[in-house]
């Protein structure tokens, strides 16, 4: 910790956070399912704060039109794997970071794996099947899972333990494979991945620090146009699926 207090001077200042908080943060396993829109802000923010040891799963390489918001990738890696690129930027930002990439897609028979060697998911795919997939196994192995969502402008966040409702609770109607609000049909802004990726990683800060309000058992919708954030509870279905 000694040769970490000036990397991280600024957190320790905080009275809430303090070395303790930082030992906490430098002792926590995170895996982020996409290294995208979502992904990019919370691998570098992760990084940067000290998350101790980060998976990233993705299969996708990285391509020309993921460079307006995915802002971990680079013109350099074109066309390389996005868990190796994303693995290359965050080594040059925070090298006491250990990242392990897994360049799959999740799948029934590879994901409770994956997820026993984490404390915490955050999820941050593009599409429903496996949105769907995450939170059924993050229920299954009483997992905190940090998710996140865009369309357009708009995001949305939330954070699902096993005693909240969790995302089938909230919407149990799993959208078909091709009705996926995939950037590519519908186009998203690329600031507006940033403030919704940032706000996953702030939720997932607070989480391991145990410190301030999170979004456990809420939503929180969040409009880049127009400013607004809206945070609503959600109810458990005792119907549920997944949870109950
Ligand atoms: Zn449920």
Known sequence: MNNKLNR???HIKLDNIGASGQEKLLNSKVLVVGAGGLGSPILMYL???GVGIIGIVDFDVVDETNLQRQIIHSEDFLDMAKVKSAQHTINNLNSNVVVNTYRTRLNESNIAQLFQEYDLIVDGCDNFTTRYLVNKYAVKLNKILVGGALNQFDG???TITKDSPCYSCIFPH???ADSSESCERIGILGTTAGVVGLMQAMEVIKI???IGENLIGK???IDTLNNTHKIFKTNKDKNCKVCS
Do not use: E, M, T
Request: glycine share 6%.
């Open 8 to 10: 991280y001077a600024r």
């Open 208 to 210: 391991i620090l145990g």
């Open 219 to 221: 939503i929180q919708i």
């Open 174 to 176: 799993q959208p078909s």
């Open 156 to 158: 949305q966040v939330f």
């Open 47 to 49: 990084a940067s704060c």
